[in-house]
């Protein structure tokens, strides 16, 4: 009984109550939960921004994570090209007039491997011969005076270049054509 004699005198309050007054509770019953509303929407709206900027944040790190996990790597790239460099001459050396033997066969192997874990990595090969020479990734070290080649065309490849995702990783090596009446007039030029 005593349990059910709170909710009985609410009950007669109730009944008893001015209908104004009443009104007047419900009025400000209904205000103070349009402000909670409205508040904890404001709560929410919040949390959304701190949420989103998280995302940024962890994007953020994420990315210069692998940017110094990728400057870290550039020195053994490098290196690496050094033994593709080296590789490839050996292959030359033991190809079709030194012989096919099993040397021949292991140093082509190793070759194509470790081409294969670059290319993997990002590393891709310039492509220069017969090329306009493109000071950005190519390094002349020699102008060829020639008629058989297009003014300021690389005519060989001295030692490849490579790109790391699009970025120069080494320039190409090369020696780049200059045409042979052009050669004449620059040095009538320098020498007038």
Same mark, same amino acid.
């Given at each position: 009984?005593?349990?059910?004699? &709170?909710?009985?005198?609410? #009950? =007669?309050?109730?009944?008893?109550?001015?209908?104004?007054?009443?009104?007047?509770?419900?009025? =400000?019953? %209904?205000?103070?939960? #349009?402000?909670?509303? /409205?508040?904890?929407?404001?709560?929410?709206?919040?949390?959304?921004?701190?949420?989103?900027?998280?995302?940024?944040?962890?994007?953020?790190?994420?990315?210069?994570? #692998?940017?110094? *996990?990728?400057?870290?790597?550039?020195? $053994?790239?490098?290196?690496?090209?050094?033994?593709?460099?080296? $590789?490839?001459?050996?292959?030359?050396?033991?190809?079709?007039?030194? !012989?096919? !033997?099993?040397? /021949?066969? !292991?140093?082509?192997? *190793?070759?194509?491997?470790?081409? +294969? *874990? $670059? =290319?993997?990595? !990002?590393?891709? #090969?310039?492509?220069?011969?017969?090329?306009?020479?493109?000071?950005?990734?190519?390094?002349?070290?020699?102008?060829?005076?020639?008629?058989?080649?297009?003014?300021?065309?690389?005519? +060989?490849?001295?030692? =490849?270049?490579?790109?790391?995702?699009?970025? $120069?990783?080494? &320039?190409?090596?090369?020696?780049?054509?200059?045409?042979?009446?052009? /050669?004449?007039?620059?040095?009538? %030029?320098?020498?007038?």
């Amino acid at each position: 009984m005593g349990s059910s004699e &709170p909710h009985e005198k609410e #009950e =007669k309050e109730i009944e008893t109550a001015d209908p104004e007054k009443l009104k007047g509770e419900i009025e =400000k019953l %209904r205000k103070a939960l #349009e402000e909670e509303k /409205a508040r904890a929407e404001g709560y929410l709206n919040q949390l959304k921004y701190l949420q989103a900027d998280f995302d940024n944040y962890q994007k953020k790190v994420k990315k210069e994570i #692998e940017e110094a *996990t990728e400057a870290q790597s550039i020195p $053994l790239m490098v290196k690496l090209l050094e033994i593709v460099d080296n $590789l490839e001459r050996a292959a030359q050396y033991t190809g079709p007039s030194a !012989g096919e !033997g099993p040397l /021949a066969e !292991g140093i082509r192997m *190793t070759l194509r491997d470790l081409k +294969e *874990t $670059l =290319k993997d990595r !990002g590393v891709t #090969e310039i492509d220069a011969l017969g090329k306009t020479f493109n000071p950005a990734v190519h390094e002349a070290v020699e102008q060829v005076q020639t008629d058989s080649a297009e003014d300021n065309t690389v005519v +060989e490849v001295l030692r =490849k270049g490579y790109l790391l995702h699009g970025k $120069l990783l080494r &320039p190409s090596m090369v020696k780049v054509a200059k045409a042979v009446g052009k /050669a004449a007039e620059s040095s009538q %030029r320098e020498s007038g």
